[in-house]
C-alpha cells in the first residue's frame, strides 16, 4: 500500500511554483500525493499532474479567535478523513495549526517547511498573537518524527532561542525551493538602449515596496529617459502587509515605472531585466532572487535575513540596509552607470546559481526526508 503524503500550503498558485516539482518526483518514487490549499483557479494544474486536491481556504493572516477555532477543527476534519502517514506543512499558519492537529492525531512524519516567520514577526513587532503562536509552536514540535526545513540560519537561530525546537527534531538546511536550471537558462542581456530594472514580487510593504518608490523619485530626475522601473507581482489584498491597488496606480505611469501584475510565465520578464531588485524586510529565501541567479541578472538586495543569502557583496550583486532609499538608489544607479559590471555580476549569478541552487539537489533532499519516515 502507498504511503499517504499530504501537502498543507496556503494558496495553489504558491504550491505550483514552489513544490509542484517536489510532489511530482514523491509520486515517482511510489507515493500518495494529496495537496489541501485554497483554490484561486488554477488547481487544474495540480490535478493534471495526478495529484488529489481539496480546497482548503483559510485566513492566512486572521487573528478572530472563533474564526481561528474553525479554521483549527477544518485542520483536523482533513487530517482525521485522510489518515495521512507524512505531512509537509508550507508557511506558518499551517506549520503551526498542522503540526498541532498532527500530534494529537498521531501522524507517523511531519515535515515543517520555515520559510520566513512572518509578518507578525517583522519590523521588531511582538505582542500577544505572537506569543500565542511561539506557545503553540512549543506544543506541537513535542514530538519524535519531526523534521524541519529551514532555509536560512536565522530563522533556524530565531527558533532556537525561542525554545521551539525539541531535541527531538531533526533540523535540516534547504536553500530554498531551488530552481531548474534547465528551465532557467543563462540569457544574454537584452539592449542597454532602455535599462529595465525588475521587482518581481507580491505587492506588499514588506518586500519593500515604499523603499522602491522612494529610490524610483530620487533617480527620476537623471534616468527617468533611461531607465525603467518594472513591477511584476499581484496586489495581495488578503494580506496584512498588502499594497493598496490605489498606491501602484498612482505610483506607476505605464513608461518610467510600469506595473504589470501577476505574470504566470516570469522567464521571459528576467530575460527582458538588466537589474533584478528586491529591497525586502525579511525572507525565507526569496525564488525570485534565485531564479534572478539562474538566468544570469546583477541583483541589488537588502542586507535582511534571507536576502542576504543570495548576493556576495560586490560580486553577484549589491546590499543595502533594510528600510533604506538613499542607499538603494545609489546601488541601482552604480549599475545603471557601468554596463561592464551588470554583465560580470549577472556571470557570477549564474555561477552562484549552479553552486547552491539547483532544484535537484532540493528534490534529493525532499526524498530523503520522506523515504526516513517509510515503513
Known amino acids: 500500500m502507498k504511503n499517504k503524503l499530504l501537502f498543507i500550503v496556503n494558496v495553489d498558485w504558491f504550491f505550483i511554483s514552489h513544490r509542484l516539482i517536489i510532489a511530482e518526483e514523491a509520486m515517482k518514487k511510489g507515493f500518495e500525493v494529496i495537496v489541501a490549499c485554497e483554490d484561486t483557479g488554477i488547481s487544474n494544474e495540480i490535478t493534471s499532474k495526478g495529484i488529489k486536491f481539496i480546497d482548503f481556504p483559510f485566513s492566512r493572516s486572521g487573528i478572530n479567535p472563533i474564526s481561528e477555532l474553525s479554521t483549527l477543527f477544518k485542520f483536523y476534519k482533513i487530517y482525521n478523513e485522510i489518515k495521512p502517514d507524512i505531512v509537509h506543512h508550507i508557511t506558518l499558519k499551517p506549520v503551526i ?45 513535542k514530538r519524535n518524527n519531526l523534521t524541519i526545513i529551514f532555509q536560512n540560519e536565522n530563522d533556524k537561530k530565531a527558533f532556537l532561542d525561542l525554545n521551539i525546537i525539541s531535541d527531538n527534531n531533526s533540523i535540516v538546511k534547504i536553500k530554498g525551493s531551488g530552481v531548474d536550471l534547465v528551465k532557467y537558462p543563462k540569457s544574454s542581456l537584452p539592449s542597454f538602449d532602455l535599462i529595465k530594472v525588475l521587482f518581481p514580487a507580491r505587492m506588499l510593504w514588506d518586500k519593500g515596496v515604499n523603499e522602491l518608490k522612494a529610490a524610483s523619485e530620487i533617480l527620476k530626475e537623471k534616468y527617468e529617459n533611461r531607465i525603467q522601473i518594472l513591477l511584476s507581482g ?61 538566468i544570469g541578472r546583477a541583483v541589488v538586495t537588502t542586507d535582511a535575513v534571507g536576502c542576504r543569502e543570495c548576493v556576495d557583496e560586490g560580486i553577484n550583486g549589491l546590499k543595502v540596509p533594510v528600510y533604506s532609499t538613499v542607499e538603494l538608489a545609489g546601488a541601482i544607479e552604480k549599475l545603471i552607470l557601468n554596463h561592464e559590471l551588470i554583465q560580470e555580476m549577472g556571470e557570477n549569478s549564474r555561477k552562484k546559481a549552479e553552486q547552491e541552487f539547483d532544484v535537484k539537489n532540493v528534490i534529493y533532499k525532499h526524498m530523503e526526508i520522506y523515504n526516513s519516515f517509510r515503513y
Open 97 to 141: 495549526y498542522g503540526t498541532l492537529i498532527s500530534r494529537l492525531l498521531k501522524v507517523k512524519g511531519v515535515v515543517n517547511a520555515v520559510s520566513g516567520l512572518g509578518y507578525n514577526f517583522t519590523a521588531d513587532r511582538k505582542g500577544l498573537v505572537q506569543k500565542i503562536m511561539i506557545r503553540l509552536l512549543r506544543i506541537g514540535f
Open 234 to 294: 499581484m496586489a495581495d489584498d488578503g494580506n496584512k502587509a498588502g499594497v493598496p491597488h490605489t498606491y501602484l496606480e498612482d505610483w506607476q505611469d505605464g513608461k518610467y515605472v510600469n506595473w504589470i501584475g501577476y505574470q504566470k510565465e516570469m522567464l521571459p520578464i528576467f530575460q527582458d531585466s538588466h537589474i533584478v531588485v528586491l529591497p525586502s524586510y525579511r525572507e525565507g529565501m526569496p525564488k525570485s532572487l534565485i531564479e534572478a541567479c539562474a
